[in-house]
């Protein structure tokens, strides 16, 4: 038995020592000839090929691969809780604004109110739509939103079911008392049509709204002097210099006025010709306005004394605006010299823009109401119009001169003519 496991045994060994010559030459896998102490191996990305003593002195792939995975991942849980976090604070922003929004809503339907309790007088006219109605209602101080009215307006069903007429509301009426009053207590007033000319004075004004009904003079005097109209050209009206506060701001034009009630009514009037001369105002006319250097109040002055010098002749305004802004550019005193001013009955002179005794310059204020052609050409007067006079005859023709010399000898030719007004 000795001799055969000795046999064996050195069988094997010489297996061992061929295959140890023959892995020389040409590697093997088979490693049943190495005892465990022999490997120098380690486990690697591609078997056992990466020496054990490296990998214990290098940062090995496994390692590397694991730390930017996690890296990975926590950059992903962050970005996770990041958009949670942005999530949480959108919803409770819109949270937040949908509650004003809701509280402010609740608020405007009730007619609750911060201030102090006012009495509105809203005029309706005919054929006015809710959209209409509604602007006419925030107008007045009624309510704060006309964009909320509609809404509730077309949410309840009573869009379109307004009445016109003219109403008193509480501003502390809430949408529903507003609509009920809108629906059953439209007014039936009587109306009357009214024309206010052109060129028309203050006081003449008041004549012709006594005679048609619509008011009294002392009741038209009492509303121009303490009437609330919520204009911007209305806070510009220097009152402790002119005579009449509206004098030149009531529009010329043909107007439906109210005559039930004497003193509301010269309110209404009122507003209704602030606002048509607010609707000629356009964004165009005060965006001219604004660059010509001159206020609303100036520039309606100006119109009112090219209306008094052209009226009826709408393109010849231009030129006539032109010289006296031309005159209020002279280094010698800037007297307008229009003849029409002397003759204005209020102001103890000061609206007299002739020398010597008159007022330099513009006059305090409008001298009457003009036209459309006449605040257009003093709001945008002819450019590079170098005349400083101009005369017109016995035909309404107009002359322009640059010089008084030159501006005589017209005069004179026109008196050899018989043609001079005089």
Same mark, same amino acid.
């Given at each position: 038995?000795?001799?055969?496991?000795?046999?064996?045994?050195?069988?094997?060994?010489?297996?061992?020592?061929?295959?140890?010559?023959?892995?020389?030459?040409?590697?093997?896998?088979?490693?049943?000839c190495f005892a465990a102490d022999d490997f120098n191996?380690?486990?690697?990305?591609?078997?056992?090929?990466?020496?054990?003593?490296?990998?214990?002195?290098?940062?090995?792939?496994?390692?590397?691969?694991?730390?930017?995975?996690?890296?990975?991942?926590?950059?992903?849980?962050?970005?996770?809780?990041?958009?949670?976090?942005?999530?949480?604070?959108?919803?409770?922003?819109?949270?937040?604004?949908?509650?004003?929004?809701?509280?402010?809503?609740?608020?405007?339907?009730?007619?609750?109110?911060?201030?102090?309790?006012?009495?509105?007088?809203?005029?309706?006219?005919?054929?006015?739509?809710t959209a209409q109605i509604a602007e006419e209602l925030?107008?007045?101080?009624?309510?704060?939103?006309?964009?909320?009215?509609?809404?509730?307006?077309?949410?309840?069903?009573?869009?379109?079911?307004?009445?016109?007429?003219?109403?008193?509301?509480?501003?502390?009426?809430?949408?529903?008392?507003?609509?009920?009053?809108?629906?059953?207590?439209?007014?039936?007033?009587?109306?009357?049509?009214?024309?206010?000319?052109?060129?028309?004075?203050?006081?003449?004004?008041?004549?012709?709204?006594?005679?048609?009904?619509?008011?009294?003079?002392?009741?038209?005097?009492?509303?121009?002097?303490?009437?609330?109209?919520?204009?911007?050209?209305?806070?510009?009206?220097?009152?402790?210099?002119?005579?009449?506060?509206?004098?030149?701001?009531?529009?010329?034009?043909?107007?439906?006025?109210?005559?039930?009630? &004497?003193?509301?009514? +010269? !309110?209404?009037?009122?507003?209704?010709?602030?606002? @048509? #001369? =607010?609707?000629?105002?356009?964004? *165009?006319?005060?965006?001219?306005?604004k660059a010509s250097g001159y206020t609303i109040h100036?520039?309606?002055?100006?119109?009112?004394?090219?209306?008094?010098?052209?009226?009826?002749?709408?393109?010849?305004?231009?030129?006539?605006?032109?010289?006296?802004?031309?005159?209020?550019?002279?280094?010698?005193?800037?007297?307008?010299? &229009?003849?029409?001013? +002397? !003759?204005?009955?209020?102001?103890?002179?000061?609206? @007299? #823009? =002739?020398?010597?005794?008159?007022? *330099?310059?513009?006059?305090?204020?409008?001298?009457?109401?003009?036209?459309?052609?006449?605040?257009?050409?003093?709001?945008?007067?002819?450019?590079?119009?170098?005349?400083?006079?101009?005369?017109?005859?016995?035909?309404?023709?107009?002359?322009?001169?640059?010089?008084?010399?030159?501006?005589?000898?017209?005069?004179?030719?026109?008196?050899?003519?018989?043609?001079?007004?005089?």
């Amino acid at each position: 038995m000795n001799d055969e496991k000795n046999n064996a045994e050195q069988a094997l060994q010489e297996n061992c020592s061929d295959n140890v010559a023959h892995n020389a030459a040409q590697p093997s896998s088979d490693t049943s000839c190495f005892a465990a102490d022999d490997f120098n191996y380690v486990i690697g990305d591609n078997g056992f090929d990466i020496d054990s003593l490296e990998a214990s002195n290098s940062d090995a792939p496994i390692f590397k691969a694991s730390r930017e995975a996690k890296k990975k991942q926590k950059a992903k849980n962050n970005a996770a809780k990041l958009r949670s976090v942005l999530w949480i604070i959108v919803i409770f922003a819109v949270s937040i604004l949908l509650a004003g929004v809701i509280l402010l809503f609740a608020v405007e339907y009730l007619g609750i109110t911060f201030g102090d309790t006012a009495q509105c007088v809203v005029e309706i006219d005919k054929g006015m739509g809710t959209a209409q109605i509604a602007e006419e209602l925030e107008n007045s101080g009624a309510i704060n939103s006309s964009l909320m009215f509609r809404v509730y307006s077309r949410l309840s069903g009573k869009d379109g079911s307004y009445q016109y007429g003219v109403y008193t509301f509480s501003n502390e009426l809430g949408y529903s008392d507003i609509a009920r009053k809108l629906q059953e207590e439209g007014a039936t007033a009587k109306s009357v049509t009214v024309t206010i000319p052109e060129m028309s004075r203050m006081d003449q004004i008041m004549d012709i709204l006594e005679e048609k009904g619509v008011c009294t003079k002392a009741d038209f005097r009492n509303a121009v002097l303490n009437g609330t109209y919520e204009f911007d050209f209305v806070k510009e009206i220097p009152e402790e210099e002119v005579y009449y506060r509206f004098e030149g701001y009531l529009f010329p034009d043909t107007y439906d006025f109210y005559c039930y009630d &004497s003193a509301e009514c +010269a !309110e209404l009037a009122i507003l209704k010709m602030l606002e @048509n #001369t =607010n609707s000629k105002l356009t964004p *165009e006319v005060r965006e001219k306005i604004k660059a010509s250097g001159y206020t609303i109040h100036e520039v309606l002055s100006m119109a009112s004394i090219v209306e008094l010098e052209a009226s009826a002749y709408p393109e010849e305004m231009p030129n006539v605006a032109a010289v006296f802004y031309n005159r209020l550019t002279w280094d010698e005193p800037k007297f307008l010299g &229009s003849s029409p001013t +002397a !003759e204005y009955p209020f102001g103890n002179g000061r609206y @007299n #823009t =002739n020398a010597p005794d008159g007022t *330099e310059g513009l006059p305090p204020g409008p001298l009457c109401a003009p036209s459309l052609n006449a605040i257009l050409a003093a709001a945008n007067p002819t450019e590079n119009f170098s005349a400083t006079y101009f005369v017109t005859d016995s035909d309404m023709k107009f002359y322009y001169n640059t010089s008084y010399s030159a501006h005589i000898k017209t005069i004179n030719n026109l008196k050899a003519q018989g043609k001079w007004l005089g």
